[in-house]
């Protein structure tokens, strides 16, 4: 059974930096996983993803140049580095894994199969 146990989530200030990670277990053949978030009252919106094992990238445009999404294959965790943090990036950030093989990594929440609890990321002013 795969799970996804993200954590690094906290508060900061704005101009501050965090690092996200997200534990797999059990993961099944994939090639991509990816970062997505929720402010209160919005939708989920897409944030990062990565290939598993050709490292290729995607960013949303709000956070090209401040948020850098990498992989540690033998710890079969992946990070979200965050620099020039912003209140609007105040959300609950979810890590999500897709049972499947798709490159470029896709961008859509309904191309991933499993995703973690959640870890609150709160930018104050």
């Known amino acids: 059974q795969v799970q996804l146990v993200e954590s690094g989530g906290g508060l900061v200030q704005a101009g501050g930096s965090l690092r996200l990670s997200c534990a797999a277990s059990?993961?099944?053949?994939?090639?991509?996983m990816g970062w997505f978030r929720q402010a209160p009252g919005k939708e989920r919106e897409f944030v990062a993803a990565l290939g598993w094992s050709g490292g290729s990238t995607t960013y949303a445009d709000s956070v090209k140049g401040r948020f850098t999404i990498s992989r540690d294959n033998a710890k079969n965790t992946m990070y979200l580095h965050m620099n020039s943090l912003q209140p609007e990036d105040t959300a609950v950030y979810y890590c999500?894994?897709?049972?499947?093989?798709?490159?470029?990594?896709?961008?859509?929440?309904?191309?991933?199969?499993?995703w973690g609890q959640g870890t609150q990321v709160t930018v104050s002013s």
């Open positions: 059990g993961r099944p053949n994939t090639n991509y």
């Open positions: 999500a894994l897709g049972a499947g093989w798709r490159l470029p990594p896709p961008e859509s929440s309904s191309d991933y199969d499993y």
